[in-house]
Structure formats: structure tokens, C-alpha cells
């Protein structure tokens, strides 16, 4: 199988299976000198694990990282960080029934039309555990990018049809002031009743999270294929449940004028250049503006519900099937912390990358001094 490893200067690989004897990560190109602690990523996984409130998976799972290799005496040293969470309350038999059919909504079928094999047992690899790599790397990338004065913040924007509409000034008190992760107490007290309506139904919810970065400077970003936008949409749909990414306005912008839509420029009282608006959500040309880089991304219902649907099995023949098991009636409460570790990642490779951007930069590190 390709395509686990994400990055190209702080570069990662994730590995391991929903109910396999563990999951991790292994992190390489980390600078050395960065402090890090097991306490500061379990914060972070924390964030993610599941049976936290009744809107989660009932799955009992502590979730505890530790860091094999790549940290001495509290610090990187440079060296490839490898991060452990072992499995410990998988229930593969509520998964048998399953090896026999393929699962609407879930990629049982393309897996097995791909590798004519498949882990059937809570997906495999298709699994949100799976995202426990990325949220522990992304805790060691957000830890980089803190060092640098940058902070990304994301939260529940929408619960199904629900909408907190003003999160300009949201904090991360208010993220977690609830466990729908939503900034609004009185949206979240919406969303929770229409959580419960759907759970009654045996149905599921999806949901938009946005996400808020600031402090990043102007320059980040290749202007063709490695475009900081690009990075984001191609991080964020990776995610397993992810069918939508916007920056900025998004798909609004489409409706707009040129005259609306573009961000005009002035200087501030430090001689810095500044837009009057942020339209373009940080980034022009593929490239970071100095403003806050503001994105959304879009999460489908989950796909195991308990009401029934039609479906065919592997040997032929249509049956209707009720999917049983341990499930999350909706995914973005615990999403939000993997949207945060995915910016962190992506945002944290390009600054690596942008260091060879200019001369100037080489000059700073490898002059008359080096060494």
C-alpha cells in the first residue's frame, strides 16, 4: 500500500490498523532543540479519543502515547520520532457479520475492488483511528509552529443544518466550554437536541469545522503544485470523512465581483502591508499574505447507523443490513483536533521548505560563522 507517508521536509508516516495490536507515526525531518513530551501530545489525543460524551463512540480507549524513539532529556534530537498508542479495547466480533457484504458509505467495496482483500474489522486503515498518527505528529508540528508565534485553532462552524454564524472572536475556552466543540453556547444546545433526534432515528449527523490560523507571515507557500492552499485541501481531504474544503469565501466568492472579492491593501503604523479585508482567507498566489489563514472543511454523516440499508454481498445477491457495533452518531466534535494537526503539519513543512526560498536565508545559516 502507498501513500501513508505525508510531507516533504517535516515528513510523516502513520501506520496501523483499528483493531491490529497498535497505531503510530514515525516523524522525520524534525529540526533538533524542540521540547517535546509525551504529556503535551497526549493533550492532543486527548482531544480525540473516544467515549468522552454520549454524541461519541462508546469505545474505551485511554489513548496513551509514548515516544520510542527521537527525544532525549525532553528535546528532539533530530533523529526520525517514532510514537506508539497501543489498541487495547478492540471488539473484532461485532465485525464478522460484516466480511461478508459491503457497508454503504464506507469503503469496503473500493478496498476491495483495489486490493481484492480487505480488514473488515472496523475498516482497517479506512478507520478513523487511524488519525491518532496524525494527531500525535500534529501535536509535535503545532509545538514547532508555537515556538514561531503561530497558533491554529479549529471548532465545530455547523452541526448538520445548525450554524454558529459569528466565531470571529472564538477562543479555545469556548471550543471546549461543550462537547459538540461548537463556540456558541445556544447553537450547541441546538445541535445537541438535533443530535439526539437523529440518534433516536438511528441516524447520523455531518457537520462543518473551521479552522483559524494566526501569526503566520507573509511567503509561505510555493506558488505551483506545493501551494499552501493546495496543501491544505490535499491535507484535510485526506481525512477519511472529509467531502469538502473551502478558503476564505470559498464557493461564495463565485457569486462575487471582482470589485467584492479582492482584498485591498494599505500600510500600517509599522510601514507592514495590511489588506482591509481577508476574502482570499490568507493566502494569494498559493502563497501566505500575513493575514489569518481562515479554511473550512466539510464532514459526511458517519456512515454506520443502526437504521437499515440496502446493500449487496461479496458473493452476489441484495440484502438489507442494520449496521450493530460501537459507532460515533456524529464525527466532528472529535475531527476538530485532526483538522488542527493536519494545518500544523502542512504549515510546519512548507516553513521548513520556504528556508532554502532565499539566499538571504542560506546566508543566516551556513555564513562565515557556521559550525
Known sequence: MAGSTFGTQFKITTWGE???????VVIDGCPAGLPVCEEEIQRYLNRRKPGQSRYA????EEDRVQILSGVFEGQTTGTPISLLVFNENQRSRDYGEIAGYYRPGHADYSFDAKYGFRDYRGGGRSSGRETIGRVAAGAVAAKLLSQLGISILAYSKAIGPIVAEDTSGVTPEQVRSNPLCMPDDEKARQAR???DQCMKEQNSAGGIIECRITG???GIGEPVFEKLDANLA???????AVKGFEIGDGFQAAASTGLTNNDGFYYDEQGKVRKYTNHAGGILGGISDGSTLLFRTAFKPTPSISAPQKTVRKDGGSIEVSIKGRHDPIIVPRAVVVVEAMAALTLADLMLVHLGARMEHLKKIYGPDFG
Do not use: F, I, N, Q
Not at 57 to 60: G, L
Not at 234 to 240: D, I, R
Open 18 to 24: 483499528s483493531h491490529g495490536a497498535a497505531l503510530g
Open 57 to 60: 463512540t462508546p469505545r474505551k
Open 193 to 195: 437536541e438535533y443530535l
Open 216 to 218: 503566520v507571515p507573509a
Open 234 to 240: 490535499k491535507a484535510m481531504c485526506s481525512v477519511g
